[in-house]
């Protein structure tokens, strides 16, 4: 489970999920609203880390549903990126042997954020990344209450030096993230070949420490 906590994806970790058990059986993993997840009430506390706990040894896996925005934000986080990477002079381009064009925008969360000059991109991907950043500090803050040691000892040691991570919170909380959204343009007469439109965009996030 612990992939689960590094990715902010995170959210990316934490909403996506469709896998097969057997063949005839879809896996669906456990669903947690995000009211519950944000609730301060000490049963709905005990009832989320139980669900957590159990649900993470299980499979490895959790699901946050009934967020408010979260829909309609993430299509035009998406739609906003593919604009972005057609005109921004900082998009890598990469072109794969079929003639698949590829176009990434590289983000990174903080102060030092990558400016492409999209400002409405800018704009949508700013408040996605506050929307997936309080999602991912909840479900952290309720992962670090369960897997807390008691002997002292770090959870993860500093290479830098320093007294390194103590808590699932502190490994997630450092670090730059860094975010790539992607941009995918088929050849022409590419998309009937493949029986799909001639545009696709995705995201995903990694973390550097």
Not at 24 to 33: C, D, L, M, Q
Not at 195 to 206: A, D, L, R, V, Y
């Amino acid at each position: 489970f612990f992939g689960a906590a590094m990715g902010y994806a995170s959210v990316a970790v934490l909403l996506l999920g469709l896998c097969l058990s057997t063949a005839h059986e879809v896996f669906r993993p456990k669903s947690i609203p995000l009211s519950d997840l944000m609730s301060t009430d000490d049963a709905a506390v005990a009832a989320v880390q139980g669900h957590l706990e159990r649900e993470l040894s299980r499979h490895g896996l959790v699901t946050v549903s009934a967020i408010p925005g979260y829909d309609e934000l993430r299509t035009a986080v998406l739609q906003g990126s593919h604009r972005c990477a057609e005109q921004s002079e900082r998009a890598l381009t990469h072109t794969f042997p079929d003639g698949t064009r590829r176009r990434t925008l590289a983000t990174l969360t903080g102060a030092r954020q990558m400016d492409h000059g999209c400002p409405d991109f800018q704009r949508t991907s700013d408040e996605f990344r506050t929307l997936v950043s309080k999602i991912t500090d909840a479900f952290v803050h309720h992962l670090s209450a369960i897997v807390e040691t008691d002997d002292g000892v770090p959870m993860l040691q500093s290479t830098k030096g320093g007294s390194g991570y103590a808590t699932v919170k502190d490994i997630v909380g450092h670090g730059d993230h860094l975010e790539h959204f992607h941009s995918y343009r088929l050849p022409a007469g590419g998309g009937a070949a493949r029986g799909g439109g001639g545009e696709k965009t995705h995201f995903h996030t990694t973390r550097r420490q």
